[in-house]
């Protein structure tokens, strides 16, 4: 689980990350949220795909 204290900490750069090291160790991470709009979860979905595609 990835936390951050406001708006702008970093939240979803660190996801982003992270699914990159499990795509590398051949997880397959899955991103998600209670709170999370549609659009910060395609945001996110596209981070990772830039991460993972390089």
């Known amino acids: 689980m990835v936390l951050g204290t ?8 660190m996801t982003a990350a992270l699914c990159r090291v499990l795509r590398r160790r051949g997880e397959t991470p899955l991103t998600g949220g209670g709170q999370r709009t549609r659009l910060q979860e395609q945001e996110v979905a596209l981070m990772c795909y830039l991460l993972i595609s390089r």
């Open 6 to 13: 406001s708006s702008g900490a970093g939240k979803s750069l």
